[in-house]
């Protein structure tokens, strides 16, 4: 029989909500055990861009960034898939580094902090009962008194869970396919490009090392249209946008295949689930057009850890710690994840976004507004 381990509170999923929630609950003394599927350091889909309102408390987890060397982003490009392009001033920035370092130099911290790390370790089920959580997992069972889910876009608990998001038929805010690659290319440090092309946009942004992170966002549809090839949707739909085919034709790409995902929905989802708190990606996406997913990761475990403090000191009881986190993250979130959705659906056609861009060309202030609309203040 496998012995049972019982903790204080258990997180699923090892990505920046989950491994900066351990940091800050372990810093309290509570013992945290953190469940990942996958083994450290590996890449994943994502825009590696990280808005500056999220630096100082990614030092205060302990992680020296001023001593990384990493590129500072100031500038923004959007281009339409006629190639047209816009450029702006980010009011903010924000600066690159890719999952790979990221995630792992937390989880160092994390295991040095105390927190019991498991990897290669997928969670099958998740039980609440009596005030207690059990975990059966592919190590065997762990209890705790707190559950935290930071398990990404989609995951075998949100299916077992039958979440709302997962039951909805298929429309435009579901079921996109994400590819991402590392590159070496000649472009500068200092600005984050996207580039429109039909039912999509890609993103190009340094990252550490002289290294740059390509990274595409398109429809399932549009993958379909092109015999399932990515290698075929590119130079049939991206490549019609000058700037995508340019990068393409002249980059050298230093992944021998892409790291890819699929059926990501940006539908509204639950932060808290048969008493499980949501961090990241599990509780809210926002779009990748809009960025800053990694910053809203991150603040989200902030939320959650002050939620759950609270509730292990006892100055809360279970329903009010769920209720103040549900309440606390639309307060922060709600309107940027809003209003990634709308600009999400305007950029579905591809003449609404020519026409989009060329409006925003001659009226930057509507640009500036857009930005602040899905960036947050530091924390």
Not at 61 to 69: C, D, E, I, K
Not at 108 to 126: F, L, T
Not at 139 to 158: E, H, P, Q, V, Y
């Amino acid at each position: 029989m496998t012995e049972t381990t019982q903790y204080d509170v258990t997180i699923i999923g090892g990505g920046l909500a989950g491994l900066a929630l351990s940091i800050q609950l372990a810093a309290k003394k509570y013992s945290v055990a953190l469940f990942e599927k996958e083994e450290y350091p590996f890449h994943k889909v994502c825009g590696e861009y990280i808005s500056l309102e999220s630096w100082d408390f990614i030092e205060r987890l302990g992680l020296p960034l001023s001593a990384m060397q990493l590129p500072v982003i100031k500038k923004l490009i959007v281009s339409s898939p006629n190639g047209n392009a816009l450029q702006h001033q980010l009011p903010l920035g924000g600066f690159g580094i890719s999952r790979y370092v990221i995630d792992f130099e937390l989880k160092k911290i994390a295991e040095a902090a105390g927190v019991s790390v498991h990897e290669h370790c997928k969670v099958e089920d998740v039980i609440f009962a009596d005030g207690q959580f059990e975990l059966h997992t592919a190590k065997g069972n762990f209890t705790s008194t707190i559950c935290a889910g930071s398990f990404g876009k989609r995951s075998n608990l949100d299916v077992k869970w039958k979440r709302s998001f997962i039951l909805k038929k298929n429309n435009k805010l579901s079921n996109y396919v994400g590819v991402k690659y590392h590159i070496k290319t000649n472009f500068p440090a200092d600005t984050i490009a996207l580039h429109n092309f039909k039912d999509g946009y890609c993103g190009i942004s340094k990252v550490e090392d002289d290294t740059y992170c390509l990274c595409y966002l398109t429809n399932a549809a549009n993958l379909r249209d092109n015999d399932n090839s990515i290698r075929e949707l590119e130079k049939n739909v991206l490549y019609k946008n000058k700037h995508l085919k340019n990068i393409f034709e002249t980059a050298t790409m230093l992944f021998s295949t892409p790291v890819t995902i699929s059926q990501i929905s940006f539908a509204k989802k639950s932060q808290v689930q048969n008493h499980v708190l949501l961090c990241g990606d599990a509780a809210g996406i926002i779009t990748p057009l809009c960025g800053n997913g990694m910053s809203m990761a991150l603040h989200s475990s902030k939320i959650a850890a002050e939620a759950i403090t609270d509730f292990l000191e006892h100055i809360t009881t279970r329903p009010q710690m769920e209720a103040v986190y549900a309440r606390n993250w639309q307060q922060l979130f709600g309107k940027r994840v809003f209003a990634g959705r709308l600009i999400q659906e305007g950029f579905g056609k591809t003449w609404i976004t020519n026409l989009f861009i060329s409006i925003m060309k001659r009226l930057p202030f509507l640009t500036g507004w857009l930005i602040k609309q899905t960036h947050g203040q530091p924390f």
